[in-house]
């Protein structure tokens, strides 16, 4: 019996691992900040940053589109943790050494996001 529970128990977490990858499939991501995904609705404009020091990574970037502060919000307080992302008392999301911010401007259309990391 203790074989069986075994199987399963394999079997269940590579389920999960399968349909938690495929969740992640065909998602877009920031070009500058590979392991950040954009949500539905949001498209990177040009002209992001990335400098890499000794001490850290700096990132900048935006994104615009039809979705509402409200569902971009929702979609990042769901997504970032399960990339290693906590959140903060003041809306931003610490994972290692780095801090990321996401600051909305939902009082104009389309949206714009704007995305910052900064080691910390």
């Known amino acids: 019996m203790s074989i069986q529970r075994t199987f399963l128990a394999a079997v269940a977490a590579s389920l999960f691992l399968v349909l938690g990858a495929s969740a992640w499939a065909g998602q877009s991501y920031l070009s500058e900040f590979e392991d950040l995904p954009l949500p539905p609705g949001l498209t990177e404009q040009p002209g992001g940053m990335l400098f890499e020091s000794p001490t850290g990574r700096i990132v900048e970037a935006t994104a615009t589109g039809d979705a509402t502060a409200a569902q971009i919000q929702s979609f990042y307080q769901q997504a ?38 900064v080691p910390q």
Do not use: H, K, T
């Open 80 to 117: 970032l943790p399960q990339l290693g992302w906590e959140a903060q008392s003041d809306g931003s999301f610490r994972r290692d050494n780095e801090l990321l911010r996401i600051d909305i401007d939902g009082g104009r259309r389309p949206v714009l996001v704007r995305f910052s990391v």
